[in-house]
């Protein structure tokens, strides 16, 4: 059971670069999201999903594509990036209704 | 609109003592607060949740009070320890739409 698993870790990329994050649970939840973290603004939530086929925004979208057609992923596009969008990025999961999320360990982005 | 904040981003206390988080809140209308802890370079990991209608709830070192009249969230940590050590984050969420938004974060010190 890995739990949630996110790649790459680490990513550089110059701006207008397109990339997706991949983001995959094992635990057979309904719900997932995805945050991105910067210095001072805590944890702010991009898009998010309750099941498959199902997506909606959260409090920054702009900027990101996502996608939900299994359980398990729910990547996260980026199709032109910005320096802006140089962040610490999350995907979390949970059963729907639940307040424990389960975190992955994250993807550190840079756009230069 | 919906907010989460902290009164204060540093917190430094002496190990054995026994720490206490803040939190202010906004939006009288979540259903549920949620407190988690980040340590250096991983995801955020849940620690205790209070629903809308109760005042306290405690766990395993852990105490969060809800004080509804003056919109206020507090994360009591018995016997602060150094694995203590970590950014938390308080955290609110409507049960409508089961997302859940952050607050900024502070960040806990164990002096030795």
């Known amino acids: 059971n890995a739990g949630v698993t996110q790649t790459p870790k680490f990513q550089v990329l110059k701006t207008g670069q397109s990339m997706t994050l991949q983001c995959a649970q094992d635990m057979n939840h309904e719900y997932m999201s995805w945050y991105r973290q910067d210095p001072g603004m805590g944890l702010r939530l991009i898009h998010y999903s309750v099941g498959a086929g199902i997506t909606d925004q959260g409090e920054v979208p702009n900027g990101y594509n996502v996608s939900r057609s299994t359980t398990e992923d729910f990547p996260l596009r980026l199709l032109s990036a910005a320096p802006s969008q140089t962040s610490v990025y999350f995907c979390a999961s949970s059963v729907l209704g639940g307040n424990g999320y389960t975190f992955g360990s994250g993807t550190r982005l840079t756009v230069v | 609109g919906e907010s989460v904040g902290l009164h204060l981003p540093t917190l430094s206390v002496q190990e054995g003592d026994n720490s206490i988080i803040n939190c202010a809140y906004s939006?009288?209308?979540?259903?549920?607060f949620i407190w988690y802890k980040q340590e250096s370079g991983k995801g955020p990991q849940f620690i205790i949740d209070?629903?809308?209608?109760?005042d306290k709830r405690q766990g395993q070192r852990v105490t969060v009070l809800l004080n509804k009249t003056v919109k206020h969230l507090s994360l009591q940590i018995a016997a602060t320890q150094p694995g203590d050590s970590a950014v938390y984050f308080c955290a609110e969420k409507l049960n409508r739409d089961d997302k859940i938004i952050f607050g900024k974060g502070t960040r806990l010190h164990i002096l030795p």
């Open positions: 209070i629903r809308s209608n109760m």
């Open positions: 939006n009288s209308a979540s259903d549920y």
